[in-house]
Nanobody, 119 residues
Framework: QVQLGESGGGLVQPGGSLRLSCATS????????MRWYRQAPGKERELVAS????????NYADSVKGRFTISRDNAKKTVYLQMNSLKPEDTAVYYC????????????WGQGTQVTVSS
C-alpha cells in the first residue's frame, strides 16, 4: 500500500520560513519524480515545484522561484520543500505527489498540510 504523508505546515508570519516534508512508503521512491502542489481556497490546484527521480533536475512555478527549494533523500524516501520569504499569497494546502510514467502511469497523493502566512 502506497502512502505519502506531509508534515511541517503551520502558521508563519510574512517573511518567515517553513520546511515541508513528505515521507513515503510502499513505492520504489527512487523511480518516482516528486512534486509539490498547492491549493488555495477557491482556486485550482497548482504545481509549485518538481524534482526528477535522481534529484538532478528541479523546476519551480514563477511565483516561488528564488524563495522555495525542493530536495529529496532517496535513502529516507522523503521529499522536502524549503519555503523562505513567505508571503500571504503562499497560504494554501500543500500536497505531495509521486509520479511515475513509462508504459503505465502512476500518481499518488498525500493528504495535504496547511500553510498559513499571516501577521
Amino acid at each position: 500500500q502506497v502512502q505519502l504523508g506531509e508534515s511541517g505546515g503551520g502558521l508563519v508570519q510574512p517573511g518567515g520560513s517553513l520546511r515541508l516534508s513528505c515521507a513515503t512508503s510502499g513505492l520504489t521512491f527512487s523511480s518516482y519524480a516528486m512534486r509539490w502542489y498547492r491549493q488555495a481556497p477557491g482556486k485550482e490546484r497548482e504545481l509549485v515545484a518538481s524534482i526528477t527521480s535522481n534529484g538532478v533536475s528541479t523546476n519551480y512555478a514563477d511565483s516561488v522561484k528564488g524563495r522555495f527549494t525542493i530536495s529529496r533523500d532517496n535513502a529516507k524516501k522523503t521529499v522536502y520543500l524549503q519555503m523562505n520569504s513567505l508571503k500571504p499569497e503562499d497560504t494554501a494546502v500543500y500536497y505531495c505527489n509521486a509520479h511515475f510514467q513509462s508504459i503505465v502511469t502512476y500518481n499518488y497523493w498525500g493528504q495535504g498540510t496547511q500553510v498559513t502566512v499571516s501577521s
